[in-house]
């Protein structure tokens, strides 16, 4: 059986998923209540991330080079982070810091350079080679399913590997928090690649206070 996929985001009035602060408590207690096994993020939203929330990138410490303990009963998700041309070197300790995950794991390919394999390698960060020169999702979830047992799958990316995902068909349902804002010039829409129409079903839409509403939508069979 293959893995549930749902695409999170939170967005503002207009579609937009840059230029407003985020209620990042909010984002990851709605993220939450999926219970994904596997939380997804491109390269690229965490370059961003970073660059918003985190600042100065933090000096690596020889902690930093090791996994950290699971404990039992930990059910807090894996944090699977697709980089197969190694755009994150030296930033990932910062992941590994966060209260949010339990462990990360890199998707890569076989074209990933064997520099940033190396990098990999000497920190003890688990890599997964998915495809020849990019990651190919489908055999991406067939490993994340076999290897962790994942059984949901909760993606929280830009519009690159959302529309990638819409297109394949890997994706369920879509979630999104919509933020009270609207940015009005453009700058980054959460589909702005999608390249084909997708028709939605809604599932629901909740007021979760501040302003937010939370819109769920599962992705009809085209």
Known sequence: MKPKVIIHNAVSVDG????????????????????????LVGSQTFKQGIKQFVGETPKETEQDFYKAEIKRGDKRPYWVIVDSRGSLRGLLHILRRSEYCKDIAILVCKTTPKYYLKYLKERNYTYLVAGDFKVDFKKAFTILQKKYRAKT??????????SILLEKGLANEISLLVVPVV???KDLNVFETLRAKVKLQLKSCKNVGKGYAWLTYKISQR
Do not use: M, Q, W
Not at 16 to 39: M, Q, W
Not at 153 to 162: K, V
């Open 153 to 162: 799958i909760l993606s929280d990316a830009g519009p690159t590997l959302n």
């Open 16 to 39: 937009e998923i840059r230029g407003f602060d985020v209620d990042l408590g909010l984002h990851y207690k709605i993220a939450g209540t999926f219970k994904p096994d596997i939380h």
């Open 183 to 185: 940015v009005g010039k």
